[in-house]
């Protein structure tokens, strides 16, 4: 597969600096950078962006991520792989990821409650962020038709 055309953020290169900027301040944070992976790679695999699942496989094995907890990043639910921290991030990525599939809230009050219970503010801010920008190149790489293994 070819792409349509080049990354819009490459033709408009002031909104690379903006992506830049965003990913900046995530990695300001404090959440592990593999926690970030898993969010970055659930959203994607919602998305069927393969673009970035495949880069995301990539950037979680370079943070130290396993073969075997990647492979089960999509059954996350039913693997003893992942620890409640992680379960309450990957539901995060999930919920902001199917904003559609929600009658009321996108955020539970119950998922919130478990994401304060191990994120601070800044750490949860590092994770909306993250899936918002994960959400951001899914939906460029589908409408450009982005192949997996192209970089921006």
Avoid at 97 to 114: G, H, N, Y
Avoid at 128 to 139: C, H
Wanted: net charge negative; glycine share 6%.
């Amino acid at each position: 597969m070819e792409a349509r055309m080049k990354n819009p953020a490459m033709v408009l290169p002031d909104a690379m600096k903006g992506i830049q900027n965003l990913f900046k301040a995530m990695n300001s944070s404090t959440v592990s950078q593999t926690t970030m992976e898993l969010v970055h790679l659930r959203a994607s695999q919602i998305n069927g962006c393969s673009a970035c699942v495949y880069g995301g496989l990539a950037s979680a094995r370079k943070a130290g991520e396993t073969d075997e907890r990647l492979g089960m990043v999509a059954v996350w639910r039913e693997s003893p792989l992942f620890t409640d921290e992680e379960r309450a991030a990957l539901a995060l990525a999930e919920c902001a990821t199917r904003l559609a599939d929600r009658s009321s809230d996108a955020v539970s009050d119950e998922l919130w409650d478990e994401l304060t219970s191990h994120f601070d503010e800044g750490q949860i801010s590092a994770l909306i962020l993250m899936v918002a920008t994960t959400n951001l190149f899914n939906r460029i790489n589908a409408v450009t038709k982005t192949p997996a293994g192209a970089t921006w």
